[in-house]
């Protein structure tokens, strides 16, 4: 048994929930996979569902606080189920598998997949580091999904002869193949043509505020589309009824379809997040897969690492609207340009990001031992 240990599971669903649902369903076809995970709201039960073959526990929860839901039930179900797995796979940063990995003995064969340090919530991360580098011993690979984060991160620079880099990725024919137009809401339909797309949560480190300040000073008549939902949403919309620019603001949680919709018919995607708390964005690749080049921020994670500069678009320094309007007017007028990072972002993203590269790495960590570091 492969035991998948994540603090949510779809249709609880972000990017590392994304994740883990790929992994599973892949794996699923050399063993049974089961997925360790807790009710995003305050449940009073563990419940236990098959989604696409894969067998979710779903722990009793008190709700989610700091972004992270809390329970106890969590702690006896990972020790029951780690005696039965062949491998555990830890999913971080999750504070409960963290503190719960103590329960595993040092014989199970353990991954790690390190999506991000603890950014925001300094106290916390304090306390969760010192059972973050326990798990890290324990480990036998530890995933990093880019060379930047292992740079960056204060917990990965430990463990270096560990470390395999695999991307985070998407199975290309989910977004090619089986893609429909149908069944869409009529407000995505009356949208303009050749639109600069936002399309994520609308959270503190997305780098929204920046954005609509670019958008106010852009020259030229481009058309915007903010799509999404979040704690921010009520400022975001203030600030939009206040602009004279065209803004079309869609707020509420998109469904896969939905979001396939907005991007393939999209100029192309801005990305202006503003702190390391945003490691990867998943939502590039999402751009990349339809040939959008992407206006993504010189963090230090990831993320100018998955749609590079000039090469799959461009790149600005956080937090500087200035600098974000100059490169959203340059790509969305300069079509020579955007021909060139649009070709250029989908075949960064077949060669890196397409789920059939990265399932034969894990594959190789799994259940090979020829995989190096």
């Not at 067998?55 to 992270?68: D, E, K, N």
Request: proline share 4%; glycine share 4%.
């Amino acid at each position: 048994m492969i035991l998948q240990v994540n603090k949510m599971y779809y249709p609880d669903i972000g990017g590392v929930e994304t994740i883990v649902k790929q992994y599973s369903e892949y794996l699923k076809q050399f063993d049974e996979v089961v997925v360790l995970c807790i009710h995003r709201n305050f449940s009073v039960r563990t419940t236990v569902e098959k989604i696409n073959g894969i067998t979710v526990y779903r722990c009793a929860s008190f709700g989610t606080y700091m972004s992270m839901p809390v329970s106890l039930a969590f702690f006896w179900h990972l020790f029951r189920l780690s005696k039965k797995a062949n491998i555990i796979h830890f999913h971080e940063p999750f504070p409960l598998g963290s503190i719960g990995s103590l329960l595993i003995p040092n014989s199970k064969r353990i991954f790690v997949t390190w999506h991000s340090d603890i950014i925001r919530q300094k106290i916390l991360k304090k306390f969760i580091e010192f059972f973050q580098k326990r798990l890290c011993q324990k480990a036998e690979k530890i995933i990093a999904t880019s060379e930047r984060m292992i740079k960056f991160s204060s917990i990965l620079k430990k463990f270096k002869e560990k470390i395999v880099i695999i991307p985070l990725s998407l199975n290309k024919e989910d977004y090619i193949n089986s893609f429909t137009e149908s069944n869409l809401n009529s407000d995505l339909s009356n949208l303009p043509t050749n639109y600069v797309l936002f399309l994520g949560r609308l959270s503190y480190y997305k780098g929204l505020d920046v954005l609509l300040d670019a958008i106010s000073i852009v020259n030229e008549n481009i058309p915007f589309v903010i799509a999404g939902d979040g704690e921010l949403a009520g400022s975001v919309n203030e600030k939009i009824k206040k602009s004279n620019k065209e803004i079309y603001f869609i707020n509420r949680k998109m469904s896969e379809e939905e979001k396939k919709y907005l991007i393939k018919h999209s100029k192309f995607l801005v990305f202006p997040s503003t702190l390391p708390s945003e490691a990867f964005g998943l939502v590039q690749l999402e751009a990349m897969v339809y040939g959008k080049p992407v206006i993504n921020t010189n963090l230090p994670t990831g993320v100018p690492w998955v749609s590079l500069h000039n090469v799959s678009g461009l790149t600005v320094e956080p937090s500087d609207a200035f600098q974000l309007a100059r490169a959203i007017e340059k790509l969305y007028f300069d079509e020579e340009l955007y021909k060139r990072l649009s070709k250029g972002a989908l075949d960064r993203f077949n060669k890196y990001f397409d789920s059939k590269v990265t399932n034969e790495l894990l594959y190789s960590i799994y259940f090979t031992s020829n995989c190096s570091s």
